[in-house]
């Protein structure tokens, strides 16, 4: 079946249906500005290299290390440069006074012998001028033969074993040939000398049947005031 509707129906039927929202037109498209920066998207960061290391570090590290050094070595000077300055002055008062000992005994010695001229060690040269004077007037000296083996009697009797062989006296000097057990009992004997203010020298040291037969040269040392020796 169809239906056929007037123009006049249709009208009123136009009329009565509800009118329909208007349709809201399309916005147009965004355009971008020319004018407006364009902006870029943040490189990737990469990690820096330090070429800075190692034996290529600069200097201010070393200088970052020595600082807290710096009270210390100035304390150190200071002792070293004390030090120094004290030791040096110590040696120059020695020194001057080691010049004057020596310009007194020289001067000492030309006014007790003024016919001695030439001056190399007054010391021992005084020594032999009063042992020369001594022997002159009859009186033993220090260095002479009996005085010397009055002073060397005591040490080989203190020694056990020790047995003199034979003595010989030359030039102020004692050589003594012993025989002692052993090696050791010989150097006991020259240690015992030097003790008694003797200078005792090892010349040589055999060993036989009996022990050790040594010998020793024992001598009165030029320090030793040349006094006059007591009978």
Do not use: C
Request: charged share 20%; proline share 8%; no cysteine.
């Amino acid at each position: 079946m169809s239906a056929v509707l007037s123009p006049g129906l249709s009208g009123d039927l136009s009329r009565d249906a509800p009118r329909s929202a208007p349709r809201r037109a399309a916005s147009p498209p965004a355009v971008l500005s020319a004018a407006a920066p364009l902006r870029e998207a943040p490189p990737a960061t990469l990690p820096m290299l330090n070429l800075l290391q190692g034996e290529f570090a600069p200097a201010i590290q070393i200088a970052t290390f020595l600082r807290p050094l710096r009270l210390a070595a100035a304390v150190l000077a200071i002792a070293v440069i004390g030090g120094l300055t004290a030791d040096l002055r110590a040696w120059w008062w020695l020194h001057r006074l080691h010049v004057s000992s020596r310009q007194e005994m020289t001067r000492l010695f030309l006014d007790s012998f003024p016919d001695q001229k030439v001056v190399v060690d007054s010391a021992l040269q005084m020594q032999r001028q009063i042992e020369a004077l001594q022997t002159r007037q009859g009186v033993p000296g220090a260095r002479d033969f009996l005085p010397l083996l009055r002073r060397i009697t005591p040490v080989l009797g203190a020694n056990a074993g020790s047995g003199v062989r034979a003595l010989t006296y030359v030039n102020r000097e004692l050589t003594v040939t012993v025989l002692v057990p052993d090696r050791a009992a010989l150097d006991r004997l020259a240690a015992d000398l030097g003790r008694a203010g003797l200078s005792a020298e090892i010349l040589a040291a055999d060993s036989r049947a009996e022990g050790l037969q040594g010998q020793l040269r024992i001598r009165v040392p030029a320090a030793v005031d040349a006094a006059r020796t007591r009978p």
